[in-house]
């Protein structure tokens, strides 16, 4: 049992909370009962350490029985010490360190992809988890980040994800550029979503597609405009003044899923 705040292990783990250490280890905090469950579900063999309290191994036996199974050995600490690894103030009993899986932009399409996610200089960690969420839900194949936009394993995105980055070949730190000649050379269109764009219902969806989200504030720069082979907006039919960049996101994903499936 870990009892102490300042134990080696402690001040190791929580480390990962930052963007530098978590680059040069290639590691990350999975944190919570859901995230740590899709994990060792989908990616146990990444599993480096998992730790427990007392309450969390009672809460959670099936996390306890995964992680046996998988072969993977728990480790328990005191509540002070796994808050003190945690990136929360209220961690949930359970907390796994874990090999970051990134996928090279070279490899990242399977053959057939129909329906990919382009994140350019979006910075909140709540939007990108939540659109790696959503993309996973609408069945898209991989979500690409570019090199301004927030670390997929920030523990803030990967919470919000709650597993889906363990469902899908995500690639982070790419040029814009790069990424839109990569989807093209997969055969898909380069969509922007954009408010000033063709109205999204008379948008032509039924072929493999991409789509180019921007930043929260000041959507997509005109070099990214540029880059895409169209702009499509999301219509505001009552008095909003506009829509969050999560929940734009779900309307375009969702609606080349249904095009795609009809």
């Avoid at 919570?32 to 809460?59: C, H, I, K, N």
């Avoid at 329906?115 to 839900?137: E, H, K, Q, S």
């Avoid at 090199?147 to 597993?163: C, E, F, I």
């Amino acid at each position: 049992m870990i009892e102490s705040t300042k134990n080696t292990t402690v001040k190791r783990v929580a480390r990962l909370k930052q963007r530098a250490e978590r680059e040069e280890t290639g590691l990350a905090l999975m944190e919570g009962p859901q995230v740590v469950r899709e994990l060792l579900a989908s990616a146990a063999e990444t599993v480096e350490e998992l730790y427990f309290t007392s309450d969390g191994f009672e809460r959670h036996p099936d996390l306890a029985k995964a992680a046996s199974d998988a072969g993977i050995d728990v480790e328990f600490a005191s509540d002070a010490a796994l808050a003190a690894m945690a990136d929360t103030r209220t961690p949930q009993g359970v907390l796994a360190v874990a090999h970051q899986t990134p996928v090279r932009l070279r490899d990242l399409f399977e053959e057939g992809a129909r329906l990919v996610v382009v994140l350019d200089d979006v910075r909140d960690p709540g939007n990108a988890g939540t659109i790696i969420r959503v993309a996973d839900a609408a069945g898209a194949d991989a979500v690409i980040l570019t090199g301004s936009s927030v670390d997929p394993y920030n523990p803030k995105v990967v919470r919000a994800t709650t597993g889906s980055l363990f469902h899908l070949r995500v690639a982070t730190r790419v040029p814009l550029g790069a990424a839109a000649d990569a989807v093209r050379g997969a055969g898909l269109a380069l969509l922007a979503a954009d408010m000033h764009g063709e109205p999204l219902p008379g948008a032509d969806l039924s072929g493999p597609t991409a789509w180019l989200f921007g930043n929260e504030a000041h959507g997509l720069s005109a070099a990214a405009r540029a880059l895409a082979d169209r702009t499509v907006a999301v219509p505001i039919y009552g008095a909003a003044e506009s829509l969050n960049l999560g929940t734009a996101a779900a309307v375009c994903l969702y609606a080349s899923a249904f095009r795609h499936r009809a």
